[in-house]
């Protein structure tokens, strides 16, 4: 999986396998398939249900554990004696057997709480011989094998499956299901899949999904497959379907092969190619394989298609491949209505044929390298255009300003396009817009008015970022706009003081503008869906308002660089699902307030450059064990280092710098254990990675760092490299604690302009992966110890001012640092210096003395940004979600904010229209 090998991180892998499989579960909802929820039908009150199947099911109840409570209607007393309205049970309403058992964990509608039942299947199910439909989707058994019995229930049309934690061989016993037309047995841990012979007999099968299931060694998936006479769907995702797995797929153009397929669904496999015989289906209307390893030309791909598909083909979803060349000749494929070609490398403009699909309701190309100016005539025709993503090209649109298009679109996206500077005209008449991208498209103009007043209902996300829109906003319209739940239009030149927002918004990201004035407004988004406030660098003043309470999902909250001033108020101890909080940057001043101590879930806490006084909390160390960042940098802290602070063992980054700590550095940093040693993790697995939609970026402000003097800000995913300690311009006293020596990874030690003394210890030189050391402005005694010359990555060293004495440790890289690091030692002497060591020479100033210090900058800046390989917008945690999260996943809005273990609170809305249209192509 691509994603996967970019994300990194074990626990973030599961993750995404999670949400996606939520995402996977519920494109599987299907009303068409008779979805029911809880209790039967209306009329199922006169049913009564057959006492031995009650028994059954009751016996089937206690092979599970039901956390939730979903089974508390399936009891034995007399007021429940009617089993047929239990929940998930199904009676035929002529006979009162038991038909459907639907106990999948995921919600009917896509919307709400997983709740999956654990425990094991209970062979009670024989005693209900007339059970049609089986769903067990979601539920949680153990890694214990499908058991065998199953295969008896010779009644089943439907048996679901799906992420259910089974393991073991697939039983052959399910070939006696003569009657089944669905089978998803996708995302389970299946092992020793040598053959799937047991499938030819299962010759109704419609429906198959084996996705999650290695099919590398079983030689016969194909033969047997495409000989199942009445396969219309067949998803194997992410199965390891090499083209060697493919290779005799040449052989099977006669007509019984695959002959009622409609939609062949193979993403994130190894395929290199289009197997040629695939056009041969006749029946194909989807063909999904995205995320594969297709490269060439596209023009030669899709001659694989040329065969009797290309007249029925619909779908063509290739996205995510490193596909080449320029676009083809959509005329071959009169039937396409969505085309995915996404995440490519496809070159040159779109074609004129295009205008001439007039079936057309998906167009997405984003993320190609193709070029040329778009106008409205291409899409005179596609007035069932629906979505529209052409992001991240070098595409002009130019439209005629009043061009009223012929399509409503559901989605536009079109970020880094060129549609300016005008703010598109067409895009207002477009109401039935859910996600609106258009960020980046040189807008030099106001937002209209009566757009703002009056934007469609069906908004979700309005992306209006990195423009250069001006002018004050009137209140955005809060009525009818209960979905809206991103509004980023961060970069910006809007001014003025904040309007007002929707009430349910997950997502407000308003930073880099000019508002100005008081927050207090926004404490009307009391949705308390609030994840992300992002209103850093405007020019917003006064006190923070009280009310940061009704954000409990806050997890990211930035208000760096404007104007606020007071105390901060005691709610934002409220936000215990808060990692990142950046006050830095303003004029708060007093103590900072103790509730922040309820704040555990904090991994950035930046409070640099404010007039915050009093002692560092010891809750600080006590209470957020989680911080990886802590900077108090340039305020007013006093009184000596609480040792509480060694608690952080995660921390890597403390600045404390430029504060009136007086005391002793404490010995305990040795506990600093992120310091100590190579960490390996990315943050995503440390922090549940926000969606919205499918498709929020997760861009957590840059951290900033202090490095040899410059301030670098910090992006990126590997932060685990960055390990640094600043305690520089305090009043601390006393030596340096030896166990400062043993944080083998430190890159940078900076404890400067402070009363340190004492010699500087040997074993500094065990700080082999130290960049930066600056322990000038102190009065450390003695030599310098030649361990220095050691630390083979120093760039940067200053030991000025101090009572050094001794000769510079000669024949290492200090000869090459410039004199003014080691001057105001009086008996220092040596190169650099000029000085020279009794019994030498008047050393002549070595030319390659003074390095240059831009150059390391730049040494230093593709050192830290190495890793950003996502190509666009990384954030922090630096998930290019886009590459996460398909398109076709992002019909699904999903949010994921509870912490690792207890994620699990999930929201989604499903497109409820698509699956049903896709349901119907099914059908
Ligand atoms: C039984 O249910 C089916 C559909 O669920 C319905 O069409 C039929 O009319 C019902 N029959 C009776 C007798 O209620
Ligand atoms: C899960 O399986 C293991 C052994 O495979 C067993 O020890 C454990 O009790 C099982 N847990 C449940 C909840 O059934
Ligand atoms: C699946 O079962 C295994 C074995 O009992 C367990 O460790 C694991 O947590 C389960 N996974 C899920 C996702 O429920
Ligand atoms: C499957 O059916 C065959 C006969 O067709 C029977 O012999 C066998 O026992 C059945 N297996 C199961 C698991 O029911
Ligand atoms: C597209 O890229 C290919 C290389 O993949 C190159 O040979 C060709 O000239 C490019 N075409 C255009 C129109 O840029
Ligand atoms: C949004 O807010 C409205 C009321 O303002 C509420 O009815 C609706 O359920 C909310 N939507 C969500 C997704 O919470
Ligand atoms: C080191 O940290 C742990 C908690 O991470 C704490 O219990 C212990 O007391 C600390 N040791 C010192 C010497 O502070």
Same mark, same amino acid.
């Given at each position: 999986?691509?994603?996967?090998?970019?994300?990194?991180?074990?626990?973030?892998?599961?993750?995404?396998l999670?949400?996606?499989?939520?995402?996977?579960?519920?494109?599987?909802?299907?009303?068409a398939l008779?979805?029911i929820?809880?209790?039967g039908?209306?009329?199922a009150?006169?049913?009564?249900c057959i006492?031995?199947?009650?028994?059954a099911?009751?016996?089937?109840?206690?092979?599970?554990?039901?956390?939730?409570?979903?089974?508390?209607?399936?009891?034995?007393?007399?007021?429940? /004696?009617?089993c047929c309205?239990w929940e998930g049970?199904?009676?035929?309403?002529?006979t009162?057997h038991?038909?459907e058992?639907h106990l999948?964990?995921?919600?009917?509608?896509?919307?709400?709480?997983?709740?999956?039942?654990r425990?094991m299947?209970?062979?009670s199910?024989?005693?209900?011989?007339y059970? @049609?439909?089986?769903?067990?989707?979601?539920n949680?058994f153990n890694?214990?094998?499908i058991?065998?019995f199953?295969?008896s229930?010779?009644n089943?049309?439907h048996?679901?499956?799906?992420y259910?934690?089974?393991?073991?061989p697939?039983?052959h016993h399910?070939?006696?299901?003569?009657?089944?037309q669905?089978?998803?047995l996708?995302?389970?841990?299946?092992k020793?899949?040598?053959?799937?012979e047991?499938?030819?007999?299962?010759s109704?099968?419609?429906?198959?999904?084996?996705s999650?299931?290695?099919?590398?060694?079983?030689?016969?998936?194909l033969?047997?497959?495409?000989?199942?006479?009445?396969?219309?769907s067949?998803?194997l %995702?992410?199965?390891?379907l090499?083209p060697m $797995?493919?290779s005799s797929?040449?052989?099977?153009?006669d007509s019984k $092969?695959?002959?009622s397929?409609?939609?062949?669904?193979?993403?994130?496999?190894?395929?290199?190619h289009?197997?040629?015989s695939?056009?041969?289906?006749c029946?194909?209307r989807?063909?999904?394989l995205?995320?594969?390893?297709?490269?060439?030309?596209?023009?030669e791909?899709?001659?694989?298609l040329?065969?009797?598909?290309?007249?029925s083909?619909?779908i063509?979803?290739l $996205?995510?491949?490193?596909?080449?060349?320029?676009l083809?000749?959509?005329?071959t494929?009169?039937?396409?209505k969505?085309i995915d070609l996404?995440?490519n490398?496809?070159?040159?403009t779109?074609? /004129?044929s295009?205008?001439?699909?007039?079936?057309l309701?998906?167009?997405?190309?984003?993320?190609?390298?193709?070029?040329?100016?778009?106008?409205e005539?291409?899409f005179s025709?596609?007035?069932?255009?629906r979505?529209l993503?052409? $992001?991240?090209n070098?595409?002009?649109?130019e439209?005629?300003?009043?061009?009223?298009?012929?399509f409503?679109?559901?989605?536009?996206?079109?970020?880094s396009?060129?549609l300016g500077?005008?703010f598109?005209n067409?895009i207002?008449t477009?109401?039935?817009v859910s996600?609106?991208?258009?960020?980046?498209?040189?807008?030099?103009?106001?937002?209209p008015?009566?757009?703002?007043?009056?934007?469609?209902?069906?908004l979700?996300?309005?992306d209006?970022?990195?423009n250069?829109?001006?002018?004050?906003?009137?209140?955005?319209?809060?009525?009818?706009?209960?979905d809206?739940s /991103?509004?980023d239009?961060s970069?910006?030149?809007?001014e003025g003081p904040?309007?007002?927002?929707?009430?349910?918004?997950?997502?407000?990201n308003?930073?880099?503008?000019?508002f100005l004035?008081?927050i207090?407004s926004l404490?009307?988004?009391?949705?308390q869906?609030?994840?992300y406030?992002?209103?850093?660098n405007?020019?917003?003043?006064?006190?923070?308002?009280?009310?940061?309470?009704?954000?409990?999902?806050?997890?990211?909250?930035?208000?760096?660089?404007?104007?606020?001033?007071?105390?901060?108020?005691?709610?934002?101890?409220s936000?215990s699902?808060?990692?990142?909080?950046?006050?830095?940057?303003?004029?708060?001043?007093?103590?900072?307030?103790?509730?922040?101590?309820?704040c555990?879930?904090?991994?950035v806490?930046?409070?640099?450059?404010n007039r915050?006084s009093g002692?560092v909390?010891?809750w600080i160390?006590?209470r957020?064990?989680?911080?990886?960042?802590?900077?108090?940098?340039?305020?007013?802290?006093?009184?000596s280092?609480?040792?509480?602070?060694?608690?952080?063992?995660d921390?890597?980054i403390?600045?404390?710098?430029?504060?009136?700590?007086?005391?002793?550095?404490?010995?305990?940093?040795?506990n600093? @254990?992120?310091?100590a040693?190579?960490?390996?993790y990315?943050?995503?697995e440390?922090i549940?990675?926000?969606?919205?939609g499918?498709?929020? %970026?997760i861009?957590w402000?840059s951290?900033?760092?202090?490095?040899?003097?410059n301030?670098?800000e910090?992006?990126?995913?590997?932060l685990?490299l960055?390990?640094?300690?600043?305690?520089?311009?305090?009043?601390?006293?006393?030596?340096?604690?030896?166990e400062?020596?043993s944080?083998?990874?430190?890159?940078?030690?900076?404890?400067?302009r402070?009363n340190?003394?004492?010699e500087i210890? %040997?074993?500094?030189?065990?700080?082999?992966?130290?960049?930066?050391?600056d322990?000038?402005?102190?009065?450390?005694?003695?030599?310098?110890?030649?361990?220095?010359?050691?630390?083979?990555?120093?760039?940067f060293l200053d030991?000025?001012?101090n009572?050094?004495s001794?000769?510079?440790?000669?024949?290492?890289?200090l000869?090459?640092?410039?004199?003014?690091?080691?001057?105001?030692?009086?008996?220092?002497c040596?190169?650099?210096?000029?000085?020279?060591?009794?019994?030498e020479?008047?050393?002549?100033?070595?030319?390659a003395?003074?390095?240059?210090?831009?150059?390391?900058?730049?040494e230093?800046?593709q050192?830290?940004f190495v890793?950003?390989?996502c190509?666009?917008?990384?954030?922090?945690?630096?998930?290019?979600?886009?590459l996460?999260?398909?398109r076709?996943?992002?019909?699904?809005?999903?949010?994921?904010?509870?912490?690792?273990?207890?994620?699990?609170?999930?929201?989604?809305?499903?497109?409820?229209a698509?699956?049903?249209r896709?349901? %119907?192509?099914?059908?």
């Amino acid at each position: 999986m691509t994603m996967i090998t970019l994300m990194g991180g074990r626990s973030f892998k599961l993750l995404l396998l999670h949400a996606f499989l939520l995402i996977l579960l519920s494109a599987h909802l299907s009303p068409a398939l008779g979805f029911i929820s809880g209790v039967g039908v209306g009329d199922a009150n006169n049913i009564r249900c057959i006492e031995g199947e009650r028994q059954a099911l009751l016996e089937f109840k206690k092979g599970l554990v039901d956390d939730y409570g979903r089974l508390s209607s399936w009891q034995s007393g007399d007021e429940n /004696k009617n089993c047929c309205n239990w929940e998930g049970v199904r009676c035929s309403n002529l006979t009162g057997h038991v038909l459907e058992l639907h106990l999948s964990a995921y919600p009917n509608d896509g919307v709400g709480r997983i709740k999956s039942f654990r425990g094991m299947i209970s062979s009670s199910l024989l005693e209900l011989p007339y059970l @049609t439909f089986l769903d067990l989707s979601g539920n949680d058994f153990n890694q214990s094998y499908i058991p065998k019995f199953i295969g008896s229930l010779s009644n089943l049309k439907h048996l679901d499956l799906t992420y259910a934690n089974l393991s073991g061989p697939i039983p052959h016993h399910l070939q006696n299901l003569s009657h089944l037309q669905l089978l998803y047995l996708g995302w389970n841990h299946w092992k020793n899949i040598e053959n799937l012979e047991w499938l030819s007999h299962l010759s109704s099968i419609e429906d198959l999904d084996l996705s999650f299931t290695n099919l590398s060694v079983a030689n016969d998936w194909l033969e047997v497959v495409s000989r199942l006479p009445k396969l219309k769907s067949l998803i194997l %995702q992410f199965c390891d379907l090499s083209p060697m $797995s493919l290779s005799s797929f040449p052989r099977f153009n006669d007509s019984k $092969s695959f002959a009622s397929l409609k939609s062949l669904y193979l993403p994130e496999n190894q395929l290199v190619h289009i197997p040629k015989s695939i056009g041969n289906i006749c029946t194909l209307r989807e063909l999904t394989l995205w995320s594969n390893h297709l490269n060439g030309q596209l023009v030669e791909l899709i001659t694989n298609l040329s065969g009797c598909a290309k007249d029925s083909l619909e779908i063509l979803e290739l $996205s995510y491949n490193q596909i080449t060349g320029s676009l083809p000749n959509f005329a071959t494929f009169p039937s396409l209505k969505e085309i995915d070609l996404s995440m490519n490398k496809l070159n040159g403009t779109l074609p /004129k044929s295009i205008e001439n699909l007039y079936k057309l309701e998906a167009l997405s190309v984003s993320s190609n390298f193709l070029v040329g100016v778009i106008s409205e005539s291409l899409f005179s025709n596609l007035s069932k255009l629906r979505y529209l993503h052409l $992001s991240n090209n070098s595409l002009s649109l130019e439209f005629s300003f009043d061009w009223v298009p012929p399509f409503q679109l559901n989605e536009i996206q079109l970020t880094s396009c060129n549609l300016g500077p005008r703010f598109p005209n067409w895009i207002l008449t477009q109401r039935n817009v859910s996600f609106l991208e258009i960020s980046n498209i040189n807008i030099s103009d106001t937002i209209p008015a009566e757009w703002l007043a009056d934007l469609p209902p069906t908004l979700k996300i309005l992306d209006l970022s990195n423009n250069h829109i001006y002018g004050r906003l009137p209140n955005v319209s809060t009525k009818g706009l209960n979905d809206l739940s /991103k509004i980023d239009w961060s970069a910006n030149s809007l001014e003025g003081p904040l309007p007002h927002f929707p009430t349910n918004l997950t997502f407000l990201n308003l930073s880099k503008n000019q508002f100005l004035g008081s927050i207090s407004s926004l404490c009307k988004i009391n949705g308390q869906l609030l994840a992300y406030l992002d209103l850093s660098n405007n020019r917003l003043s006064g006190r923070l308002p009280n009310c940061f309470m009704q954000w409990p999902k806050l997890v990211v909250l930035n208000l760096a660089g404007n104007h606020f001033f007071g105390e901060v108020p005691s709610s934002l101890g409220s936000l215990s699902m808060l990692n990142s909080l950046s006050l830095n940057n303003n004029n708060f001043s007093g103590n900072l307030p103790s509730s922040l101590r309820n704040c555990s879930s904090l991994i950035v806490m930046d409070m640099r450059n404010n007039r915050f006084s009093g002692n560092v909390p010891a809750w600080i160390g006590e209470r957020l064990p989680s911080l990886i960042f802590l900077s108090l940098r340039s305020n007013m802290f006093n009184g000596s280092l609480p040792l509480h602070l060694c608690w952080l063992k995660d921390l890597q980054i403390l600045d404390l710098s430029l504060n009136e700590i007086s005391g002793t550095i404490p010995q305990c940093l040795n506990n600093f @254990t992120a310091m100590a040693q190579k960490i390996n993790y990315i943050v995503e697995e440390l922090i549940p990675p926000l969606y919205d939609g499918g498709i929020m %970026q997760i861009v957590w402000d840059s951290v900033m760092v202090e490095l040899k003097r410059n301030e670098y800000e910090y992006h990126g995913t590997n932060l685990g490299l960055l390990k640094i300690i600043n305690l520089s311009s305090n009043k601390l006293i006393g030596k340096l604690p030896s166990e400062i020596f043993s944080l083998l990874d430190l890159i940078s030690l900076n404890v400067s302009r402070n009363n340190l003394i004492g010699e500087i210890p %040997q074993m500094i030189g065990q700080l082999k992966q130290l960049e930066s050391l600056d322990l000038s402005s102190n009065q450390f005694s003695g030599e310098i110890p030649s361990s220095i010359s050691e630390m083979s990555f120093l760039e940067f060293l200053d030991l000025s001012y101090n009572n050094l004495s001794g000769k510079i440790p000669s024949g290492t890289q200090l000869q090459g640092f410039d004199a003014s690091y080691f001057v105001g030692n009086r008996a220092l002497c040596g190169l650099p210096l000029i000085q020279k060591c009794p019994g030498e020479e008047t050393p002549s100033r070595s030319e390659a003395t003074t390095k240059d210090n831009e150059e390391n900058e730049d040494e230093l800046r593709q050192w830290f940004f190495v890793g950003t390989g996502c190509g666009f917008a990384i954030g922090f945690w630096g998930v290019c979600s886009s590459l996460v999260l398909k398109r076709s996943w992002r019909h699904a809005y999903f949010l994921l904010l509870d912490n690792m273990k207890d994620w699990i609170y999930v929201t989604i809305t499903v497109n409820i229209a698509r699956l049903q249209r896709k349901i %119907q192509r099914q059908g």
